[in-house]
């Protein structure tokens, strides 16, 4: 018998739970157990059922291998707007690890450097709040990562959630923690119908929150909610019949939760960029100088007048935020070579250079060279 089955034997027997809160053929289509209780009528039975599931089932992330609070940090600003297997599958964390192993090595790290490790994740500012948060900490701590709550709220990028992370991972202290997945287990397990953008609905979730965190095994207990909105409670097809606390759970129809605002549409833009070849395939590149993207190269960009009529060599889209972003790749000539700081650049650099992810898969396309492999 499998290590799930056996405690699901011990703590999920019809005889433990009080009648059932709804009818049966009002569950959604989703096989919905019945809800027998809410988590704050028994947040004892709560934590254990969230503590036993991860015990058994959670995943062994490297982030959770150690409670040092600086690889906590680094871990929890990549997590920020990407996905697990992002971050797992190409090596990110591990790689950040080997070269920058404790706050002091990564104090002194270089612009260059730190964007290098960090190209493909985007939102580059969490990579310079990440090396601002190791100064504060050699400057203001003597390198010693603070433990109190108020002191590693103050450190450059740490907001209240990752504070909590810290608190929780690296400390075993409980503290409330709301991320997108946590947020989304709440809102289902009260049906909460309020907006959770909100101000009434964010304050919601944190009273939530802060009553059902567990004060003594806040690290199991945090991990095991979070797997949980990750794993199980998913967006758009929740897999109810698998969740450990599916018998604390009120919503009717937990694939309408969490309620948010309406989103944007999405706006179609166009971006046009240069392709100059020098002697011996060299391309010229300059440096990005807006705010998602800054300090790393790119392919320089080019206005209507100077691409002139001609196809472009390559067009593809990518996404960022709201919009859907249409890269015009136009060759180019040396005469017509843009005013600025940039630097011509071998093929075998190009590899070692820190790009926009959009640029590196242009010159992927662009440039014939097998040891150009990018990320």
Same mark, same amino acid.
């Given at each position: 018998?499998?290590?799930? @089955?056996?405690?699901?034997?011990?703590?999920?027997?019809?005889?433990?739970?009080?009648?059932?809160?709804?009818?049966?053929?009002?569950?959604?289509?989703?096989?919905? +157990?019945?809800?027998?209780?809410?988590?704050? @009528?028994?947040?004892?039975?709560?934590?254990?059922?969230?503590?036993?599931?991860?015990?058994?089932?959670?995943?062994?992330?490297?982030?959770?291998?150690?409670?040092?609070?600086?690889?906590?940090?680094? /871990? @929890?600003?990549? *997590?920020?707007?990407?996905?697990?297997?992002?971050?797992?599958?190409?090596?990110?964390?591990?790689?950040?690890?080997?070269?920058? %192993?404790?706050?002091?090595?990564?104090?002194?790290?270089?612009?260059?450097?730190?964007?290098?490790?960090?190209?493909?994740?985007?939102?580059?500012?969490?990579?310079?709040?990440?090396?601002?948060?190791?100064?504060?900490?050699? /400057?203001?701590?003597?390198?010693?990562?603070?433990?109190?709550?108020?002191?590693?709220?103050?450190?450059?990028?740490?907001?209240?959630?990752?504070?909590?992370?810290?608190?929780?991972?690296?400390?075993?202290?409980?503290?409330?923690?709301?991320?997108?997945?946590?947020?989304?287990?709440?809102?289902?397990?009260?049906?909460?119908? #309020?907006?959770?953008?909100?101000?009434?609905?964010?304050?919601?979730?944190?009273?939530?929150?802060?009553?059902?965190?567990?004060?003594?095994?806040?690290? &199991?207990?945090? /991990?095991?909610?979070?797997?949980?909105?990750?794993? *199980?409670?998913?967006?758009? =097809?929740?897999?109810? +019949?698998?969740? %450990?606390?599916?018998?604390?759970?009120?919503?009717?129809?937990?694939?309408?939760?969490?309620?948010?605002?309406? &989103?944007?549409?999405?706006?179609?833009?166009?971006?046009?960029?240069?392709?100059?070849?020098?002697?011996?395939?060299?391309?010229?590149?300059?440096?990005?100088?807006?705010?998602?993207?800054?300090?790393?190269?790119?392919?320089?960009?080019?206005?209507?007048?100077?691409? #002139?009529?001609?196809?472009?060599?390559?067009?593809?889209?990518?996404?960022?935020?709201?919009?859907?972003?249409?890269?015009?790749?136009?060759?180019?000539?040396?005469?017509?070579? +843009?005013?600025?700081?940039? =630097?011509?650049?071998?093929?075998?650099? *190009?590899? /070692?250079?820190?790009?926009?992810?959009?640029?590196?898969?242009?010159?992927?396309?662009?440039?014939?060279?097998?040891?150009?492999?990018?990320?």
């Amino acid at each position: 018998m499998a290590v799930w @089955e056996v405690f699901a034997m011990r703590h999920f027997q019809p005889n433990r739970r009080p009648a059932a809160r709804q009818e049966a053929d009002d569950l959604p289509g989703f096989g919905k +157990p019945p809800c027998r209780e809410l988590p704050t @009528e028994d947040p004892d039975g709560f934590r254990e059922a969230v503590v036993g599931w991860f015990d058994a089932v959670g995943r062994p992330y490297p982030w959770r291998e150690t409670t040092d609070p600086y690889a906590i940090l680094v /871990s @929890e600003l990549m *997590l920020q707007q990407t996905r697990v297997e992002t971050v797992l599958e190409r090596g990110y964390f591990e790689r950040w690890m080997r070269r920058f %192993p404790g706050v002091g090595e990564l104090a002194d790290a270089p612009d260059e450097e730190i964007l290098k490790l960090w190209e493909g994740l985007g939102y580059y500012r969490r990579a310079r709040h990440l090396r601002e948060a190791a100064r504060a900490v050699v /400057s203001r701590h003597g390198g010693l990562f603070p433990r109190d709550p108020a002191e590693i709220r103050a450190l450059p990028g740490v907001g209240d959630y990752t504070a909590g992370a810290i608190l929780a991972f690296a400390f075993d202290r409980a503290a409330p923690m709301i991320d997108g997945n946590v947020a989304r287990v709440l809102a289902r397990l009260f049906d909460f119908n #309020g907006s959770i953008e909100g101000p009434a609905g964010r304050r919601q979730l944190a009273e939530w929150s802060g009553r059902l965190t567990d004060p003594r095994r806040a690290r &199991r207990f945090q /991990s095991g909610l979070m797997e949980i909105g990750q794993r *199980l409670c998913k967006v758009r =097809r929740p897999q109810c +019949p698998d969740c %450990p606390v599916a018998g604390f759970c009120a919503a009717r129809a937990p694939e309408h939760l969490p309620v948010k605002r309406e &989103r944007a549409r999405i706006e179609e833009v166009a971006e046009h960029v240069g392709y100059f070849r020098g002697e011996g395939d060299r391309v010229f590149l300059c440096v990005e100088s807006g705010p998602r993207r800054s300090g790393l190269w790119r392919l320089p960009p080019v206005s209507a007048e100077e691409h #002139g009529d001609a196809e472009p060599l390559l067009r593809f889209a990518y996404s960022i935020t709201r919009y859907r972003v249409w890269l015009h790749v136009h060759a180019m000539p040396a005469s017509a070579l +843009p005013r600025g700081e940039g =630097r011509w650049v071998s093929r075998a650099e *190009l590899e /070692s250079v820190a790009l926009g992810s959009p640029y590196r898969r242009a010159l992927r396309s662009l440039v014939a060279d097998a040891g150009f492999n990018g990320r």
